[in-house]
């Protein structure tokens, strides 16, 4: 059995339930693929600086014990290019959702994730700057959501997904795949070399496809 280093990052607190999953994806991951996870870290923390101390202690460990570092995905490990250039460079680094991809992938999809971040930023502070001209209130600490309404909201984004058409192409392709393969890594790399996405338009992980085998009953 190989070993490896778990890393799981959160950009706020509020996005701190996010860990769990990607915690679940990578142990998934390990357990498909017979790799034991000797060390976990998780942090709170801006995937643009480079203030990931729990990152940088599972950096050291993983050249101590010769083994990689396993993310859910790239942009868990960091949003910024330069420092994500040097550890896909000089450290041995897997990402669940595509696993096996090519160092030239890793930087086009880092480039990608810091992009990304910057635009979020930039559209974030234009819309609060807009909001406040127009005297609006942000926040509402005295905001109340009662077990019913959380209910509701549930089932109403269960519904969603399972009307979604990403989804829906997917699932007949799960279907398909299951006759041959139930590692739910490869069929999510499948997926993803067929040009399937979620429906965010993001790529599949072995967790999502776990999901769809469950919602739609596969």
Same mark, same amino acid.
């Given at each position: 059995?190989?070993?490896?280093?778990?890393?799981? *990052?959160?950009?706020?607190?509020? @996005?701190?339930?996010?860990?769990?999953?990607?915690?679940?994806?990578? !142990? #998934?991951?390990?357990?498909?693929? #017979? =790799?034991?996870?000797?060390?976990? &870290?998780?942090?709170?923390?801006?995937? =643009?600086?480079?203030?990931?101390? $729990?990152?940088?202690?599972?950096? #050291? %460990?993983?050249?101590?014990?010769?083994?990689?570092?396993?993310?859910?995905?790239?942009? *868990?490990?960091? *949003?910024?290019?330069?420092?994500?250039?040097?550890?896909?460079?000089?450290?041995?680094?897997?990402?669940?959702?595509?696993?096996?991809?090519?160092?030239?992938?890793? %930087?086009? %999809?880092?480039? &990608?994730? $810091? !992009?990304?971040?910057?635009?979020?930023?930039?559209?974030? *502070?234009?819309?609060?700057?807009?909001?406040?001209?127009?005297?609006?209130? %942000?926040?509402?600490?005295?905001?109340?959501?009662?077990?019913?309404? !959380?209910?509701?909201?549930?089932?109403?984004?269960? /519904?969603?997904?399972?009307?979604?058409?990403?989804?829906?192409?997917?699932?007949?392709?799960? /279907?398909?795949?299951?006759?041959?393969?139930?590692?739910?890594?490869?069929?999510?790399? =499948?997926?993803?070399?067929?040009?399937?996405?979620?429906?965010?338009?993001?790529? &599949?992980?072995?967790? @999502?496809? /776990?999901?769809? =085998?469950?919602?739609?009953?596969?």
């Amino acid at each position: 059995m190989s070993k490896a280093i778990g890393y799981y *990052r959160a950009s706020t607190f509020y @996005q701190k339930h996010t860990i769990n999953v990607q915690r679940e994806v990578v !142990r #998934d991951y390990c357990r498909e693929n #017979d =790799i034991e996870l000797i060390y976990e &870290f998780e942090e709170i923390a801006s995937g =643009i600086e480079k203030k990931q101390l $729990e990152l940088k202690k599972a950096l #050291d %460990l993983s050249k101590i014990n010769n083994c990689p570092i396993i993310c859910s995905t790239i942009d *868990r490990l960091t *949003r910024d290019y330069s420092f994500g250039k040097r550890i896909c460079e000089n450290y041995n680094t897997i990402f669940c959702y595509s696993p096996s991809m090519s160092l030239k992938t890793k %930087l086009e %999809l880092l480039s &990608f994730a $810091e !992009r990304e971040k910057q635009i979020i930023s930039e559209r974030t *502070r234009a819309t609060l700057k807009s909001l406040k001209k127009k005297g609006v209130k %942000l926040g509402n600490p005295n905001a109340t959501f009662t077990d019913e309404m !959380r209910a509701n909201s549930i089932a109403r984004r269960r /519904k969603n997904a399972q009307l979604n058409e990403n989804n829906i192409k997917a699932s007949v392709k799960i /279907k398909e795949l299951l006759h041959e393969t139930t590692n739910l890594s490869e069929i999510a790399r =499948i997926l993803n070399d067929n040009g399937f996405v979620t429906s965010h338009g993001k790529l &599949f992980v072995a967790n @999502q496809v /776990k999901r769809l =085998i469950k919602a739609h009953n596969l």
